[in-house]
């Protein structure tokens, strides 16, 4: 697998206030990462590092073998990055035209691809984008930015604003732009939306990297089982329909499906015993 | 020159782009620009007393060339360093020499051009066809006689600082912009107030009294070994204002929109 970004040792500073802290990690091509964390863990900083719109003071964050805060076209064409308030999208304009004005810089851009996406999510394309909702205004975005079809594409938040329906049109969309040469970072407090979706995940806490591994490995790792009554040892539990969703260390090689949302909960509520679970693995 | 640098079809693109996306001036530009030389003809027309001659047409397009081509980059790229409303123009993916590139020829070229075309163009229309009320042409007027290297410096040093402090500040940046330019001028004023006094008690009072100075007569660069030392400071305070100056902002725009974090 191609190495897309590499960060090493990376550091962020807010005036005084460090939000990201010696951050070493890689992100490979072919992969849907999942970033979690709880609000102010520094995931959009993260993003914005990654994407050039922010500079750490200390550590390396390249993107396609390059910096990303130099912000050169050869890496600006090869990125997307979507905020979570989508302010930035010229709304005097349809998705049509804020197409026609943006996609010239992006070579890979697919025109099939983006009326076909705008279809699905039934948006009037030659509608005026402040006419239209929140949600549909962010389905025209997402449109435009999967159409770019870049190698590297970051998503905050992207489920936030969008109704059921699109919720499941953008897993759809999802699943079908990863290829093996594309990287996707979404940043997410919705992890029931992106189930089946996003693999690996990263959880980020305390301005570290608390966990970067697939499901694979987590499910080998961790057991998620349903039990009629809490038993002891358990990392978390949650009732739920039936009895307790319970997170326990997978001592005896159990399968089970990962749940995203008890991963994480455990995660926060055991960080030492997580971190040290993957570490001496 | 470096493909991530300067590539011209890219600089191309980025041009079409600016005037694609400042398309909803056009209709309101063409309805004003076009209007007001039709609204001073019909103005002569209706008898009312008032005549609105060549010289008064000529000064109002001076004028509003002025005003608008210093508030320029207050119109056009307001949101640019926006931190949600600006990630467009930031990640488009074009050099940030492009960008500032087309930056300055929006606001030096295409607004003042886009300004004398239309309205000198219905101006000069009226006057074709209607030359009893509508007398001589403003284009001809302003390149003859409007335009001198002060006014075009003035301009560009007013158009730069707005262009500089339109990227620099990032929330109300109007008035800010505003205060800045209070604060100058109350320094200058100071300053030219104090330099004054200092020399009209080094010098005989009918000297200080007729000493005269006219900014249009005198070139920029032009400095006489007989001048008054007054006068070689007011030189050497327009070439910085008007040379100087404007260059360390061109400078430094370029240097915001290179560091710029969102």
Known sequence: MKRMIQIHDLSFKYGNKEVLSNITMNLEAGKIYGLL????AGKTTLLKIIGGLQRPYRGKCTVCDEIPFQRTPSFLSRIYYLPEEIDYIQTDYSALQFADLNAPFYPKFDWDKFKKILEEFDLDANKKLRKLSHGQSKKAA???AVAANVDLLLLDEPSNGLDIPSKTIFRKIMAEYCLETT????????????ENLIDPII????????MNESLERISEKLCFL???SVPSGVLYAEPTLGGYLCVSENRNQRESRVNLEALFNATMQHKTVIHNLFKNA | MNNNTFQPDRFYRLIVRNLKSIRKYWVQSLLIFAGLPLLFFLINLSNMGIEIDLHSRTSFLNGLVTSLVVVSPFMLFFNYNHPKKGLTEVMLAASVLEKYLVMQLACLLFTPLAIVAIYGGMDSLLAFFFSNTYSGHVIQQIIHNSLNLHQITTILLLQQAILFFNLLFVRRKVVKTGGVFILTMIVTIAA????????ESGSSSDEF??????????GLFT???DDHPIVIIIQITRIFMLVIVPLALMAGSYFVMKNKRY
């Open chain 1, 37 to 40: 964390g709880e609000n102010g």
């Open chain 1, 226 to 228: 349903l039990e009629s």
């Open chain 2, 209 to 218: 009294n007729h000493f005269n100075f006219d900014f249009n007569e005198r």
């Open chain 2, 192 to 199: 030219i107030g104090i330099t004054a006094s200092l020399f």
């Open chain 2, 223 to 225: 400095i006489y070994a």
């Open chain 1, 183 to 194: 990287c996707t970072l979404i940043s997410t407090h919705q992890v029931r939306d992106l």
């Open chain 1, 203 to 210: 959880i980020l806490d305390n301005r570290a990297v608390l």
């Open chain 1, 142 to 144: 997402i449109s435009f």
